[in-house]
């Protein structure tokens, strides 16, 4: 009998949960709360921080998925998952997540604040003069802000706006003999701050308390002859994504304002309340809010811990805090009045924020008063409030230059400011635009004409962070420098296409999402696979913020069995799976977290058969909706020098991290990175600060990773 034919072997293909490895990022932060190795009031930002990016999550991920669930789609996502597992699975992990975030601020964070002499009490803790001091506070400063809710027949359910503070009370008269539930509610206005500084005395120090407690003390005297039976704070997390058809709106701006007010009463996703809260009272509030008892999440202390984020700038402690730091600044660019003229002599790369920022706000501020600069185009996505960028600008148009500001008013969560942007920069004469119909521009792109003699010359500035001076302190960012004109060019025609039209703009040194970004970095990692096929070395390292893009991680795979050495430094979300044989053995994923946010995107592929390795930075993520629902700008750093800067020190540093790197499993858990036996923790983000202070005073910075290269095998 002749022998059956084996059927082909089908290559298993895996991938991670986008959702779930956003919970996993959440918890790499919340293990920085309780990481000794970091200042004890860093790590109760750090626990701020957790709070955060968790209300993030459920306004708009949990939200898509319930949206999804409601309009019966089944559609699994990448991993095979559909949206009711999804959910199921985000509750058990988020609910473990919340536990023992609380766990680190009850057993950890409290206990050695107080060792300190940084004292947070709950309503049990209070002396009688701190009793009596919160007394005299609640009469003066809250009493006379709030407004008590009784619901029955004559006062309807009220509705709760969205992250707000609110108490739940359940009452009781006592001139009555049956004992009936009354329930009321006490909305607290965001005006109020959420956490009180009791002042200390010469015999008691300060202390730290928390205004739901205050309320909860003295909330009966909202209610006189009433006796409280339970109280609880609460707080209702809604679904905060827009929803607008840009193609009906008629005017933008107007539409999304419009929606802004309607999304403060968007479908609730979340409730958190205190543990303890009687049954039939939560029941009635879920369904007063239409929400399943599966997104309740019972709370042990303060609704919000976010709200620590004010008591860390209140206290000062610098010896609790990480110690200041001064960036460098080139001395070419130290001047604003030659920026112009240092930046046409050579390109210039910035690494913020060891690098200052200064330089490029200053570059805006000398386009403004310069008597030879003609126009200024630049995107805005975020800034900070009294930005000195929006401020340049203004003054560019008072000086009758030509300014066009690209403002994204759909930036989330920062909607409204931007709107307040636009219409201050277009009473000050600026030529404001708001992109495309269906998409974001993330781009961060600054152009400037000038006039040189009888030429106009073109300076530009692209890079992976926003136009704003606090996170360029607090974020790491790269930023571009150049008057090269095969790049500037390309600028002015972004530009041209985000303010006019054009069907299919034609760029070949940029790449620009949605144009030629995706083809353009799916190429790069087909080519290297067909250099290792070839036996030529090749290589690619990714360093962005998520990828879960399936056609990019496709291709990584196919780079990984042909031979390809892949490292991906993903900070949040990553779908790709590491490590298993046959699939992904060549490729090594790892996070890096630590005092600063890494948010810069730098790619590096080996090119073995082209004249010299292919260095992109830019602003997008390897994600679809940055491939295709996003402006975005990656641009080439063609400069040798800076090319061997980002390639030596920066990415070889980042690779090298055995101090603030985890590594993610095959089972999707991420594990410490540590340094080998009788070696060193080296920390990447360490080097750069050490790096900076010793350019400040002028000395030879010596390279912390001297002697190994992007080919050592250990990196």
């Not at 827009?242 to 999304?256: F, K, R």
């Not at 209140?314 to 001047?335: E, H, N």
């Not at 005092?595 to 602003?619: A, I, K």
């Amino acid at each position: 009998m002749a022998a059956q034919k084996k059927s082909p072997r089908v290559q298993r293909v895996a991938y991670f949960n986008r959702e779930l490895s956003w919970l996993a990022y959440n918890r790499r932060i919340l293990d920085q709360a309780c990481d000794e190795q970091y200042p004890l009031l860093e790590r109760m930002r750090f626990l701020s921080f957790v709070s955060s990016t968790l209300d993030e999550f459920f306004e708009i991920r949990v939200a898509g998925l319930m949206q999804q669930i409601d309009s019966n789609v089944t559609e699994a996502g990448l991993d095979g998952l559909g949206p009711k597992e999804q959910l199921r699975r985000i509750h058990n992990i988020t609910a473990s997540l919340v536990a023992d975030k609380y766990r680190c601020w009850h057993e950890k964070l409290v206990p050695e604040l107080m060792r300190e002499g940084v004292v947070f009490k709950t309503r049990d803790d209070l002396k009688r003069r701190e009793r009596q001091w919160l007394s005299e506070y609640f009469n003066d400063q809250v009493y006379p802000v709030l407004t008590p809710l009784a619901i029955d027949p004559a006062h309807p359910f009220p509705q709760f706006g969205n992250k707000t503070l609110n108490i739940l009370l359940w009452l009781d008269d006592p001139s009555t003999p049956q004992d009936e539930t009354m329930l009321a509610f006490i909305p607290v206005p965001r005006i109020l701050p959420r956490v009180v500084e009791i002042t200390g005395s010469r015999r008691m120090p300060s202390a730290f308390v928390f205004l739901s407690d205050v309320l909860k003390m003295f909330g009966n005297r909202l209610f006189p002859g009433y006796r409280i039976k339970s109280i609880q704070a609460f707080r209702i997390t809604r679904n905060s994504d827009l929803y607008i058809d840009e193609e009906e709106a008629e005017n933008l701006l107007q539409t999304i304002e419009e929606e802004l007010h309607k999304m403060r009463r968007g479908a609730a996703v979340r409730l958190e309340i205190e543990d303890g809260v009687n049954d039939e009272l939560l029941s009635r509030l879920l369904v007063e809010i239409s929400l399943n008892k599966n997104l309740v999440f019972p709370i042990n202390g303060p609704i919000n811990l976010m709200r620590l984020m004010p008591v860390y700038h209140l206290i000062d402690r610098p010896d609790l805090k990480f110690k200041p730091f001064i960036p460098y600044t080139p001395p070419a660019l130290s001047d604003p009045g030659t920026l112009f003229e240092s930046i046409s002599q050579e390109d210039f790369l910035l690494h913020h924020p060891y690098d200052a920022f200064g330089p490029v706000v200053d570059l805006v501020k000398d386009a403004a008063q310069d008597p030879h600069v003609l126009a200024i185009k630049l995107t805005l996505y975020r800034t900070n409030a009294e930005s000195p960028i929006v401020a340049a600008l203004e003054e560019a148009a008072r000086n009758d230059k030509q300014v066009t500001a690209l403002i994204e008013l759909k930036a989330r969560f920062d909607e409204a400011r931007n709107i307040q942007w636009a219409k201050q920069l277009e009473d000050a004469g600026v030529h404001v635009v708001y992109g495309f119909v269906g998409l974001k521009t993330h781009c961060k792109c600054l152009l400037i004409v000038r006039r040189e003699g009888r030429r106009l010359c073109r300076y530009a500035h692209l890079g992976t962070g926003n136009y704003h001076v606090d996170t360029a302190r607090l974020y790491t960012d790269l930023s571009y420098l150049t008057s090269r004109p095969e790049i500037t060019a390309e600028v002015a025609e972004l530009f041209n296409t985000l303010t006019g039209f054009a069907r299919k703009p034609g760029f070949r040194h940029l790449l620009v999402a949605p144009y030629n970004l995706h083809t353009g970095i799916q190429k790069r990692i087909i080519r290297e696979t067909r250099n290792a096929r070839a036996g030529h070395p090749a290589r690619i390292i990714a360093k962005c913020n998520s990828l879960i893009d399936r056609e990019t991680i496709d291709n990584l795979y196919a780079a990984s069995r042909a031979g390809v050495r892949i490292d991906l430094i993903i900070r949040g979300i990553c779908g790709l799976v590491p490590n298993v044989k046959g699939l992904s053995e060549n490729i090594r994923v790892r996070s890096i977290l630590g005092r600063f946010l890494e948010h810069s995107r730098v790619f590096y592929f080996e090119n073995h058969t082209g004249s010299h390795p292919d260095v992109l930075v830019g602003s997008a993520d390897w994600m679809p909706r940055n491939f295709y629902r996003r402006v975005e700008v990656v641009f080439p750093v063609r400069d040798e020098a800076l090319r061997t800067r980002l390639i030596e020190e920066i990415l070889q540093s980042y690779c090298s991290d055995t101090a603030s790197a985890t590594a993610l499993r095959a089972n999707g858990s991420y594990v410490r990175v540590s340094p080998a036996k009788n070696e060193s923790g080296f920390n990447a983000q360490e080097y750069f600060m050490e790096q900076a202070a010793r350019q400040r005073t002028r000395g030879a910075p010596p390279s912390a990773t001297e002697g190994v290269s992007l080919s050592d095998p250990r990196i």
